[in-house]
């Protein structure tokens, strides 16, 4: 069966699957997608371009704030605010790529250049008073399918489900592509693929404008679906570590192992929380670091690989 009809069929299964969860089941299906889009658009850069990224807080955090301010200081569309939110993120990733490649920082150099970057853009919303300054913006809640709210979590459900899909439609159709190729040319040897004939900042720059441009495309859906945004809590260094370990966890490269990542360790940390409340605050964080180091003793190759091999084994 073809890849593509494949995750057309998986994605109609899961849609199927939505209404019948409860509302708290529903919420957690909202945050395993929006958090599993950013791994996946996190992994386009990280995992099969090999390029360490500390920062993708940025790129979701340019997304929320500017469909949000757009919509409650000019009275923008969202849904139109979501396109411009997805053009900046992949303007940003661009210039912030071709600015750090062009000076062949790579590996942890170009790890800490986008860490501070993302820090310097929380410091810098967080004085401005257009963006609500550390107060943060709040959305008046207007149910409606063209303000981009639903009466119902279900609505919401569909429309993180339907950027994941988008997300993983994109990273299926690099996977077999020319620029596939290029990106893991890249990841393995950089000087042995410029000898190739390969423009490597070249390659690195797609990487990063299509990483941060699928990134930023979670952060409108983000800020309608709690109705507020703060610079924490969509450029917060918590996001851009969240999607680096469901990576990591999940399989780094590999196709949808951030995926898995986030399917597996999303619900974890709401039922910790659920559970311990706010007697153990950051437990969840432990738990992050006892999956890291299970997973990268147990399986190099994360989850996926894991699976992958279970499957393997089965079918011979």
Not at 100 to 114: E, I, N, P, W
Not at 183 to 199: K, M
Not at 235 to 249: E, K, M, P, R, Y
Request: glycine share 12%.
């Amino acid at each position: 069966m073809r890849p593509m009809l494949l995750l057309a069929l998986t994605i109609a299964l899961v849609a199927c699957v939505a209404p019948l969860l409860s509302i708290y089941g529903q919420h957690i299906f909202v945050l395993v997608a929006l958090y599993g889009s950013v791994a996946l658009a996190w992994n386009i850069l990280g995992g099969m371009a090999g390029q360490m990224s500390l920062g993708h807080a940025l790129f979701v955090g340019a997304g929320a704030y500017v469909s949000t301010a757009l919509y409650l200081k000019l009275g923008v569309n969202p849904w139109i605010g979501l396109l411009l939110a997805a053009l900046v993120g992949g303007a940003l990733g661009a210039v912030l790529g071709y600015t750090v490649f062009r000076r062949k920082l790579s590996g942890v150099y170009f790890a800490l250049v986008t860490l501070a970057v993302a820090e310097m853009a929380l410091h810098i919303v967080s004085n401005v008073a257009v963006f609500g300054a550390a107060n943060g913006l709040a959305i008046p809640s207007k149910p409606d399918f063209a303000n981009f709210q639903f009466s119902s979590k279900l609505g919401f459900c569909y429309a993180a489900l339907g950027v994941l899909a988008l997300v993983s439609a994109v990273i299926l159709g690099i996977h077999r592509s020319r620029l596939g190729y290029v990106f893991l040319a890249i990841r393995e040897n950089e000087r042995s693929a410029a000898a190739l004939g390969i423009d490597v900042v070249q390659g690195k720059v797609i990487a990063a404008a299509i990483s941060g441009s699928l990134a930023a495309l979670v952060g409108p859906i983000y800020a309608n679906y709690v109705l507020f945004i703060d610079p924490e809590s969509v450029l917060g260094v918590t996001l851009s570590i969240d999607a680096l370990l469901f990576s990591f966890v999940g399989g780094l490269g590999s196709l949808f192992g951030p995926l898995l990542g986030a399917v597996v360790l999303v619900p974890l940390t709401e039922l910790l929380r659920s559970l311990l409340g706010g007697r153990l605050a950051g437990v969840h964080l432990i738990v992050y670091g006892v999956m890291l180091i299970l997973v990268m003793r147990l399986a190099p190759q994360g989850l996926w690989g894991l699976l992958s091999d279970a499957v393997g084994r089965r079918s011979k």
